[in-house]
Structure formats: structure tokens, C-alpha cells
């Protein structure tokens, strides 16, 4: 491994509370020093960074890889790609494959095929129950033997309570995190649109708010009962986001994530059927929208994640109700996180502070929730390192991405930020 | 967000839907349709306004009145008609949506005319035709999920036009399953965007979708409050497997809440008329005496609606008069 120099960069690490023009000196895979190299430091690279920002590398707390089973969708070496060309070093991916990452076997070949791959770094969610069927408890610490970091149902509500409740038990056992998208069984399924006058108009069938908030109650009231710690995958609304506020005053063990397209758009940009705007949860009304960046702002969400699902174009171009639900994101997560920040100021400039709490919201708060030693540039942390230039601007287009997943609502749309250069435990895995 | 139904002069290149329809497009076409009206009572019903051209029937959901009416329509026309019954057909086989328009196409087409059941699946088609510069190909909405039914709104409202002659001191009331009807929501554009000052809808709140003011629309619960006064009732068919479960307890108590009696009927205006989209369910959500009564309006609708077709037809097509 070699030593890496990156010099004259405005260093930015969220973490250590870092906002200056610092010097970053990594060696064996480690960041070695900041501000003034260690003794005996030879560089075999420097970078000059001047201009540029250089940060930790993100992580992102859900990010579908397709793999195993959905190849023709995306494959790991298209999707590690698109991550550290989008400046990802570490993500979650979870458990919905197929088969579904309910075996350690499973998981120990997705984590053996990613570490081939010496990209960003892997870490699966196990299904919390076998086939994701809600019925049978998989085997947690098997699975965690096997490098799954927590335990998820993915986009299946379990329908009986009782086994929600065991699964939340059986995991407060051994302290695992439970990962859970809250949605109703019943109400908003086959649900495509959010409820409200947009989808009244279009005919499309909706989804209630209620459906996250019933969940949401269900949740917070065998977390009472279990002591198990919960993390909220993807919340979407503003009524979703009041209970969440209340449950961490009462003291919940419960941290959440929003979907970083939900930082931006709403139902109207659904505009005549545009399939690139079907998501899973939906994209709900402005006050949602306007709640969201409200929550990432106070605290109240602490993680934003690209919510990556590549689609290929045969579940794209069909009708609005028939196309696949999803995304590609990876590549759009720091730009999109830009812009939020850039909002954030009164006239698009944007705050040291903003970028900052922007920063952290995509790498040490999801690295926190999850548990994993990363999304810092502390000395002797791993050299996960993301090198922007915040200025540039670039269009999103398919030819633009990496991945194989080239829909998003996102297209045509001019964004600032561009990654220059992606390190990944001390080794260069993108460079522009 | 460019509308794809209109094209770069603001003319109509599809219908797809009556939203967002200017009001001299609309009335261009009711205007159109009453010169149309008098050719089906010639001896030789037809004009030769679309000779050659081909009009494609593309019926991805089974309806046999919807697609005669196009089928007539185009004939009087003299276009040439191809009916497919795609339900049955290449999508069966696993053709794509969008690969089944572009054989078509290639054969030619200058017209499609397509049901579907999902909503939106019109502006698909249609936005395809327009990527892959496919201009001169024009879409007709017959009916996508539960979003739009543009001919069946058209068509009520040339009826309404022939009765009542104006549009702006009316009070038009819709009654029924108005979750599931694309005809709704045709007509609650329709009407709005033709200034009728109070469009209601009634029905129990099982069937009424939310955000219904936002489209300019008085909701009733009370079928006896919602008809007072009214000048036209448009009733709504209910769909049989919407009549128990958990949407209705049954028909019979439907229609005991919900259905159009003489009784009710008194509490409109005493010239109102009585439309109805087809097929009706008599005993269901309309008593045969007022179905059968002289203020039903109901076959004149069938009639107008192969007109006002000719007309979408012939507008798309660039060959009206």
C-alpha cells in the first residue's frame, strides 16, 4: 500500500469537527497524520487538492446491488463502480437479492465477491426472516458471523405482530439492529403514488400517509416492550417525522434515514406519468418535502442515503403502475446533498456549517447508525477519502453514470459537485 | 413539463386527456362534431375526410361498445380500421407495450386509438411516438385505468351543450363510484374548464377519491342533498366486483342509498337530464323508470358520441373541414 500526500485541499471532516485548508497524509491504508506528515513520511502520490474539498468517503445506508440474482438489472462490478465514482467508499445493501441474504453462505459469497472487487467496502443487511417472508426467525448470529451488520425486512412488512415482536426480542438478545421500512401490510399496498390530489387526478392508486404512521406506532410500541434498537429506513413523511421527534425524547433507542430524492421532489414530479419519478416509499406532497429538509437540518433524521435501485429499461418504459419502483443514486448522493446545503442559504451560497451538517449526514452519522468504523479522517481510521470540487457543475444523464441503472427522476437536471477522486482504504479506485 | 398532447403551435398532436385543454380546443371539436352529426342520418353515411388513412384500434382491455363507436366513427370517416384485441395477443406472448407500437408503425399506422388498464399508458405511447420523431402518428385516449376517458367526456358534453345550450348557470351532478371512473374525471375537467359554475359529485366515501375540491368539485354524501336543484345527472356504473366487500355491503343497499328513482329524480331541476356512461346496471345505481324516462338523454349520448369521435379523428388527422 502505498503513501498517499493530498495537499492544499479544504479538509472537511464532520466527525472531528474539522473545517480548514489542511494537509491529509495516508500510509497503510490509514490515515496517517493531518496538518504536518509524520516523521519519515515519503509520499509515492501527492495530489494536489488546492480548490478542491476533500472529505471522509460516504456511506450510504441502502444501496441495491442486485446481486445475487438480479444481473441483468446491475452486477457488482457496474454498481461498485458507480459508488466510487459517486465517491461511496462503504455501503449497506439490503437483504431483498435472489435468493433473498437469509444464509451465511450467501452472505459470505456477496462479501467475498465485493472484497475481489477492492472497492468500496460491503456490508449486508440479513433478512430478519427467513425468505423475507415474515414467518421464521433466520439465524441473526450466524448471519452476523457471516458479516451482515443488523437485520431488515427490505420492502416486506411482516403482516403478523407477534412475529415482529419475537424478531425484535431475539435481536435485543444479542444488541443487533433491527431495520425496518415502516408500511402497513394492508393499507397503501399495490399502492403506487402518494394519497392526495395528484394521484386523485391521475388515477393511480395511492398511499397513505397512515400507512407509515400505523407502522410507525406499531414499531415504537414493541420497542417499549422488546428494548430492541430500531433504525427507520427511508421515512417520507412530515407526520412520519413528529413521531419519530417524540419517540427519541421519550428516550426510544431509534435513529432514521431519509431517501435523498425525498430531500427534493415531490408528487408533482410525477408530471405526466414519468415512470423515473415511481419510488418506493412514493414521493409525497411539498409539506412532506419541506418537513424532510427541516428534519435533516434539526437533527431529527440522521442519515440521508442514495436509496440506489438500479431498473433496467425493460421495467422503465411501461406504464406508470407496471414500472419497477426505484432509482439510481450513488452517483447523485453527493451532489444531491450539495444541493440541499447550497438551499440552505438565503441566496444558493452555501454555509461552511451547511456543508458541513450536509457532509455528515452521508458519512459519520449513517456510519454511527450502523455501527461501523468509518466516514471519518481521525488518524488511524481507514483511508476512505472523497476528493470534490463543489463548483463544478455537471448534467445527469445516462452517459454521465456509472451504474447500470440509468433512471432517475433526476435526468436533464444540472448539479454541482463532482468527485475528482475516490480512496478506498488507502488505494485510488476513481480518479477523473 | 412539456404536455405531449399538444404540439410545439399548441394544436392537438393526441388526445389523451381533457386536463389542461385549452377551451377553444374543446369547443373546436364540439363545434366539429354537430357538423358530423347530421351525416349519420344520410342515406350514405359517410365523408371521405380520412380515406387511406389507417386507424388502429388498440384495445390492451376488452370493451366491445367503446371500440364499435371508434370503429363506426372511423368508417364514416372512410379511414381504413384494424382492430386489435391486444388482451389476447402479442402482450400475452410478452411483447412489450411499446415494441407492439412500434411493429404497428412500421405498418404504417396513422392513428391509434387505445384502451388500456393503467393509467397513463396513452402518454407512454405517445411520448415514444414523439422521442423517436414518429409525429404524424396520433394517439386517442379510449380509456386508460382509471385517469381519462377524453371521448366519453367530449361526448357529455356536446350532450349537455345540445340540451341545455349554455354552460355557465348549470349544476351537474356525478354520482357513483367516482374512486374508479376515468369518465369522472374526464368530465369534472370538461365541465370545469367550460365554466359550469357547480360541478358535485355524490357517493358514499368509500368511492369518492380525496382532493376532489381541489379539482373544483362539491362532494355529497346525501344522494337527496346532492341532487336539489340540479340540471344534469351524470350516473356512473358500478363495476360488479365493487358491489360487496369492502368498498359496499351489497347492490341492494346502493341502490337504496345511491340509486336514481323518479322520486329522486323530482329533486332536480324539473327539466334536468339524465346521462349515463354505459353499460347500465338497472337496479343498481339506476331505476329502469327513469333510465327508460323522458328525461334520460341516454341514447342520444351513443348517438353524439360517434359524431364528436369523428370529429377527435378528423382534427387529429388534419382532414376537417
Known sequence: MTNLHIKN???????????????????????????????????????????????????????????????????????????V??????????PDTEPVLDEPGLVEMLKHRARLLNQAHVHPLGALTVGLKGKALTEMAELTEAGCIGFAQAEEPIEDTTVLLRAMQYAKTFGYTVWLRPQDPHIGRGGIAHSGPLASRLGLSGVPVMSETIALHTIFELMRASGARV????????????????????????????????????????GFFDSNARLTPPLRSQRDRDAIRAAVLDGTVDAVCSDHTPVDDDEKLLPFAEASPGATGLELLLALMLKWAAEQGKDGTMSDKALSTALAKITCDPARMAGLAAGTLAPGASADVVLFDPDVRWTVNAAALASQGKHTPFLGYELAGQVKATIVAGHVAFER | MHNPQLNKNGE???????EGLPKAIINHILDTASSFVSISDREVKK??????????????????????TFEIASKRLSADV????????????????LDTIDNLSAMHADMFVVRHAQSGAPYLIAKHLNDTKQNHVHVVNAG?????????????????????????????????DIL??????????????????????????TLLPGGLEQMGVRVFTNMDEGLKDVDVIIMLRLQNERMSGALLPSAGEYFKSYGLTPERLALASPDAIVMHPGPMNRGVEIDSAVADGAQAVILPQVTFGIAVRMAVMSILAGTHA
Not at chain 1, 20 to 33: E, R, T
Not at chain 1, 35 to 44: C, D, K, L, V, Y
Not at chain 1, 232 to 250: F, H, P, V
Not at chain 2, 47 to 68: A, Q
Open chain 2, 82 to 97: 384494424i382492430n386489435l384485441n391486444i388482451a389476447a395477443s402479442s402482450t400475452s406472448k410478452g411483447e412489450s407495450l
Open chain 1, 85 to 94: 465514482q459517486g465517491g461511496v467508499t462503504t455501503l449497506v445493501c439490503p
Open chain 2, 180 to 205: 374508479h371512473s376515468r369518465v369522472a374525471r374526464s368530465d369534472i375537467h370538461a365541465l370545469t374548464t367550460l365554466g359550469v359554475p357547480e360541478v358535485r359529485a355524490i357517493g358514499p366515501h
Open chain 2, 12 to 18: 392537438l398532436q393526441h388526445l389523451i386527456t381533457i
Open chain 1, 231 to 270: 433504525h427507520l429506513c427511508r421515512i417520507s413523511s412530515a407526520a412520519a417525522l413528529d413521531l419519530i421527534r417524540a419517540a427519541k425524547k421519550e428516550g426510544l433507542p431509534v435513529t432514521c434515514d431519509v431517501g435523498v430524492h425525498h430531500l427534493h421532489m415531490t408528487d408533482a414530479d410525477i
Open chain 1, 9 to 83: 485541499g479544504r479538509l472537511v471532516d464532520p466527525a472531528g469537527g474539522i473545517d480548514a485548508v489542511q494537509d491529509l497524509f495516508i500510509a497503510g491504508g490509514k490515515v496517517a497524520a493531518i496538518g504536518s506528515a509524520p516523521q519519515g513520511f515519503t509520499a509515492a502520490r501527492t495530489f494536489d487538492a488546492t480548490g478542491l474539498v476533500v472529505a471522509p468517503g460516504l456511506v450510504d445506508l441502502s444501496a441495491r446491488l442486485r446481486e445475487p440474482g438480479y444481473e441483468y438489472k446491475a452486477t457488482l462490478e457496474s454498481e461498485m463502480q458507480a459508488a
Open chain 2, 144 to 176: 386508460d385505468g382509471r385517469h381519462a376517458h377524453p371521448t366519453q367526456g367530449l361526448l357529455d358534453m356536446y350532450t349537455i351543450r345540445h340540451y341545455k345550450k349554455d354552460f355557465t348557470n348549470l349544476r351537474v351532478a356525478i354520482v357513483g
Open chain 2, 47 to 68: 365523408v371521405p375526410l380520412m380515406r387511406g388513412k389507417s386507424v388502429f384500434n388498440l384495445f390492451f382491455e376488452n370493451s366491445t361498445r367503446t371500440r364499435t
